[in-house]
């Protein structure tokens, strides 16, 4: 009677299992399960793709739906309840946070890796290095005779390039931003420099770095990337002058986690500034944030 009645029980217990809602993937995500809403900027499309497409590989159960966006929209589209998960160069503002905080997150930002602001010029143009003080010339109108001609162009209003340009050079004030004009998208950009000796193009590097990528090649073909002298010796714009920091015009990129629970947002950022994350970004050209190790094992003859 007993082992009838604990059979009875058993058999009870799976059929309720059985009959048991399956677990939603966009309210019930974990780190690795589910679908999340990311925001990223446009410019890093090519190393965010990358990251997803490995990512999902690897935890099958997982949906990253992107949207790719310019800097100043994104900075919009953050703030609503469904975005948990930002990748962009930009750390929140006063309004970010406060917007945040009224509904009681506490954002987490993590570290990914250093992104430079590519300059670049036509193959005719005479010169190949140029300096901080003659960027801020010519974008600020008033370029010495020699530079006067050049016109500053960005891919897309709303870049992430012309504000790290205006922090850097202006101290954050865009209306010295008088001698710059933006063009629908980096194809445009790069069409138009290739095509005028006068133009300069300022350009994500994440968009060129990877010369094992025919698309990134194909990008270089027709422009030149100049040195950047800051306060010493103009720098070449590599992986490896972003990682020590001596190339001047540089930004950070970062995710910005802003769900409440530790769930498929929290497992991406992981990933991203993980091992194998930021082994991707050092194949791709970027300076990783966190340098993954490399072991080495010596054999004695």
Same mark, same amino acid.
């Given at each position: 009677?007993?082992?009838?009645?604990?059979?009875?029980?058993?058999? +009870?217990?799976?059929?309720?299992?059985?009959?048991? #809602?399956?677990?939603?993937?966009?309210?019930?995500?974990?780190?690795?399960?589910?679908?999340? =809403? %990311?925001?990223?900027?446009?410019?890093?499309?090519?190393?965010?793709?990358?990251?997803?497409?490995?990512?999902?590989?690897?935890?099958?159960?997982?949906?990253?739906?992107?949207?790719?966006?310019?800097?100043?929209?994104?900075?919009?589209? %953050?703030?609503?309840?469904?975005?948990?998960?930002?990748?962009?160069?930009?750390?929140?503002?006063?309004?970010?946070?406060?917007?945040?905080?009224?509904?009681?997150?506490?954002?987490?930002?993590?570290?990914?890796?250093?992104?430079?602001?590519?300059?670049?010029?036509?193959?005719?143009?005479?010169?190949?290095?140029?300096?901080?003080?003659?960027?801020?010339?010519?974008?600020?109108?008033?370029?010495?005779?020699?530079?006067?001609?050049?016109?500053?162009?960005?891919?897309? +209003?709303?870049?992430?390039?012309?504000?790290?340009?205006?922090?850097?050079?202006?101290?954050?004030?865009?209306? %010295?931003?008088?001698?710059?004009?933006?063009?629908?998208?980096?194809?445009?950009?790069?069409?138009?420099?290739?095509?005028?000796?006068?133009?300069?193009?300022?350009?994500?590097?994440?968009?060129?770095?990877?010369?094992?990528?025919?698309?990134?090649?194909?990008?270089?073909?027709?422009?030149?990337?100049?040195?950047?002298?800051?306060?010493?010796?103009?720098?070449?714009?590599?992986?490896?002058?972003?990682?020590?920091?001596?190339?001047?015009?540089?930004?950070?990129?970062?995710?910005?986690?802003?769900?409440?629970?530790?769930?498929?947002?929290?497992?991406?950022? +992981?990933?991203?500034?993980?091992?194998?994350?930021?082994?991707? =970004?050092?194949?791709?050209?970027?300076? #990783?944030?966190?340098?993954?190790?490399?072991?080495?094992?010596?054999?004695?003859?």
């Amino acid at each position: 009677m007993m082992i009838r009645r604990a059979s009875f029980f058993i058999l +009870s217990a799976l059929l309720a299992a059985c009959h048991a #809602p399956a677990p939603d993937p966009q309210k019930d995500d974990t780190q690795t399960f589910g679908e999340v =809403l %990311m925001l990223a900027d446009e410019d890093f499309r090519d190393i965010v793709e990358d990251q997803r497409r490995t990512f999902e590989a690897i935890y099958e159960r997982t949906q990253l739906r992107i949207r790719y966006l310019p800097e100043r929209e994104l900075t919009t589209a %953050m703030l609503s309840d469904s975005v948990r998960l930002v990748f962009a160069g930009f750390l929140p503002g006063a309004e970010q946070v406060r917007w945040f905080k009224s509904r009681g997150m506490s954002p987490h930002v993590e570290a990914i890796a250093t992104d430079g602001i590519a300059v670049l010029v036509n193959p005719a143009a005479p010169f190949d290095t140029i300096s901080l003080a003659q960027l801020r010339a010519i974008l600020g109108g008033n370029a010495a005779e020699s530079l006067a001609a050049y016109k500053a162009i960005f891919n897309g +209003s709303g870049s992430g390039a012309a504000r790290t340009l205006v922090d850097s050079l202006f101290h954050g004030d865009a209306g %010295m931003l008088k001698n710059a004009s933006a063009v629908a998208n980096t194809e445009e950009l790069l069409a138009r420099v290739a095509s005028d000796p006068t133009a300069i193009g300022f350009f994500s590097y994440s968009l060129l770095c990877d010369l094992d990528d025919p698309t990134h090649r194909a990008r270089r073909s027709g422009v030149e990337l100049l040195a950047v002298a800051g306060s010493g010796p103009a720098v070449a714009l590599t992986q490896s002058n972003l990682a020590d920091g001596s190339y001047p015009l540089r930004r950070s990129i970062r995710m910005l986690v802003v769900e409440t629970k530790s769930g498929l947002g929290t497992g991406f950022a +992981s990933f991203a500034a993980g091992h194998k994350g930021q082994r991707i =970004l050092l194949k791709r050209g970027l300076a #990783p944030a966190h340098i993954p190790t490399r072991e080495v094992e010596l054999i004695a003859p």
